[in-house]
């Protein structure tokens, strides 16, 4: 290759996880710990040799007489003190394991290292001890001056056994561990693209194609959004093109974290933390290159988008191959101003953290208030929406609110506390038919007040209006009554729906330009047996990701096989209060406990990692034993 070696190494960097280092060691070492017995076993049987009596002392260190325990022991001290080893080069020295080279070097050292920390003072602190005592207990004949005799004869012959034995074990160890990081424990990352590549053949590929001589081939793929549908295509054309370097990835997304927002309730009263429910969306690109920008305009024409980033406002123009929009909606407010401007809403995190701080604030103000009339507007919090967004934050609102005033708040009277929540419809949670009705009985009998068919139409500082025209005096509006497509999806060159969403077709791809997917709350998708458009769930939006992965990958590797868009729902779930909830599962209605265990399960299923599934859980323990936390995260504005 034409550039140098130090060019080469201000592109690279490589980097490791150290816990994959410690497991691929560990790996290692058991596997190690079968070869370096091997020869040993091997000279028991040719030659008669007594290694069995070894391990038969070393399990006696730890009052057993089975010589597998002896071995068991001889592999958990030296793994253990392989790992320590491994730690140190790797720390101290930043030692470079992937290459089979330092690998070897590592093993050599690694088996040195446990030679004469543990082989040594072993043999001399408790084998030799000991050794001759048991084998006067297997061999009656011999007396203790004979057996060690034979002990004495051996030593020398026996340390350099074992020296070589563990020679054997170290190169095992440094093989494999060095085999396995190349493999599944290194990334090799280009800092100019910041993208990073599993294997170092395939970075070589990606200097060459791109800093070296740029290829003209090389295919763009445009993800626009970081929620479930945007997520979803990047994993997916990551693991598809992860060793193909004609394939350039970027995603843009205003946030950087991937909301988890099913549980977006729950954070607001404080059950979950709100970093356990976002993950950065850096973590998800490995071979992708990520903006944290706005998108600003869409140019379909040109295959260009304009972002803005937020820090200076300067814009940047991203040209594609193909583009991925999967940008979401935003809350919709219908045009009505004042509405807009007093109401709380739960679609953002930030919507959340101002949500937790404005409850707690009126349950602290609440507490000092004399005034019966101001009291009581404090303590009446309305929400709007008959959907599952509504109906979960009523039912989290309803139980924070209440278990706080009982626990914490003594001079407020619980009697005079008002949960409103307000349904445009006949019942709530339509979607789940009859269950909407179980909700309601809950909900009801929990404390929360219903009103069904009355829409909200106007809103001011300290009360509500309903087109009944009944007003309620209240310092606290939570608007969850439905979602708009943002501007530069309304300004899409391109059909759009009534309601603003950008049509497709059954493939995912806009009308007029094959090379543009849409899916998510920005797309209106028809279901082609009902004629009816797929709602916008986070559900379809996994599986409409599916969708458009295989239908990009199929594109660019010159298939002509376009898959259609058909799914059936598996059914639909809300929680509707404290260890209470509903679900319609593959028609199967449940409700009560078991249907609030099964939205647990399948939530917690969903989290993108192992941290956040483990963070959630414990969260959720805690919250059977403890209240929960009243404390204003950001100070009240």
Known sequence: MSLSKNKKSHYLRVGFSLRKEIFFVAVGSIIGGFTMHLPRIFLDITTETQYLVTLLVMAKVVGSNSPEVGFALHITVATIIGIVTGIFLHKVIKFNISKIKNGLIYGIFAGVVVFTVFAIPVSQLILGPNMAELITELDPEMTFLEASEVINQNFVSSLIDSFFMHIIWGLTIGVLASILTRKAGANYRCHICDIQFSKISTYEKHEENVHENPSPSIKRILILGGGYGGIGVLKQLQAAFQSDTEISISLVSQDNFFLHTPLLPEMATGMLSSRHIATPIRSFCKRARYYQAKVEQIDLNNNKVTITRSLDKSNRELEYDYLVIALGGKTNFYGNKNVEKHALTIKTLGDAIDLRNHVISMLENADQEEDPAVLSKLMTFVIVGGGFSGVETVGEI?????????KFYRNI???????????AGEKILPEIGDLGEYAMESLTKNGVEIIKNTKLVDATYDH???DNEMKIPCATLIWAGGVTVDPVIMNLDDEHAPNGRVMVDSFLRLK???????????????????????PPTAQHAVREAKTVSKNIISSIKGGNSQKPFVYNSKGSMAKIGKRNGVALLMGNQIHGFVAWFLWRQYYLSTLPSAEKKFRVAIDWF???????DTTILSGVK
């Open 398 to 406: 309803n139980d924070f609110v209440r278990e706080s005033v009982e």
């Open 413 to 423: 009277d619980i009697e005079k506390t008002r949960i409103i929540l307000v349904s």
């Open 464 to 466: 509500v209006v309903l």
């Open 512 to 534: 007029n330009y094959p090379n543009v997917y849409a899916l998510g709350d920005c797309a209106s998708i028809t279901d082609s047996r009902t004629g009816k458009p797929y």
């Open 622 to 628: 805690a919250d059977l034993f403890f209240p929960r």
